[in-house]
């Protein structure tokens, strides 16, 4: 322990010689020059760890920096979503009103419940993004939960339009096998009912309307059907025979010509004979009938009908 003393205690003497100056000693002791050493050391370590402190500093300053770009982004982000959320939402709305509006001229019921919708609103978005790091996952949730409210709602809908279609297209199917409109332009010369027959001076029941018209004037199906008698029978002469279903079926006697044969499917406005003065006719003219199941109907009702609708329609 003394030789260590002894030897740190030593004095060392260096001569530093110039040309212009004189020679100069420089004197230390081991210890003096342990101590410079430690003291050099210590400054160097302390300015590495300032520098790789101010480094890391500078990196969490440029990570926190993206994260508020990020943030940002998404904050953004939802507030698109939460417009697009918006969007939908009335868009549905519009939907379930024009769904409401046309159940009630088709005379249906309102079809389902209203519905239940409503998104976040602009304030609630402002104060959920104030603490997005944190609300993240909750805002997450939330819009997950107002996607699928919609989609279900979405479904509600379609289903809704599905069934007014679906009837939409009964209904359509039906007014197409119903005999509207007049079969040959002309004019009545005999209404349906009771009359005094031009042959026998009686009264009997005429279960047609006669309808007068010169000798070829064609003969259009009043709806669409399928061709179910053609060729001659009696008194009615000539004549053609459709079943429209639904129960429709509708006659076309003393015709000239037959331009159609059993089974054939014919549609509205399709040429189907030529009026003429074939069976018991004393002149030339079309009796028509219209037939629900087995029973003659008045045809007036439905000429007349289909005058005013293919009018409104044009």
Known sequence: ????????RRRYTILLFSTYEKKKEVTFTLLSLLVVFSLMMGVGIVNTILVFGYMHKSARAREAERLEQRVAYYQLEFRKLAVELKDLEEGLVRLQIMDNRIRRLAHLDSGGKALALGGPEEFVLRK??????????????????????????????????RLLEEFLRSREALLAH????????????SPFGYRKSPFTGRR???????????????????????????????????MVVVDHGYGFFTRY??????????????RRGEIIAKVGNTGRSTAPHLHYE?????????????????????AFRN
């Open 1 to 8: 322990m003394g030789l260590l003393k002894r030897w740190c």
């Open 204 to 238: 009997e029941f005429h279960e047609g309307v006669d309808i007068a018209a010169p000798v070829g004037a064609p003969i259009r199906a009043p709806a669409d059907g399928v061709v179910v008698f053609a060729g001659w029978n009696g008194g009615y002469g000539k």
């Open 253 to 266: 006697g003393h015709c000239s010509k037959i331009l159609v044969k059993v089974g054939e499917r014919v």
């Open 128 to 161: 959920g993004m104030k603490g997005l790091r944190e609300n993240t996952r909750s805002l997450i949730r939330d819009f997950k939960r107002d996607l699928f409210e919609l989609h279900r709602s979405a479904e509600v809908q379609e289903a809704s339009f």
């Open 290 to 310: 219209v037939r629900v199941g087995k029973v003659a109907v008045n045809p007036y009702y439905y000429l007349r009908l289909g005058r005013t609708l293919f």
């Open 178 to 189: 119903t005999p509207l409109g007049y079969p040959v332009r002309g004019w009545i010369t």
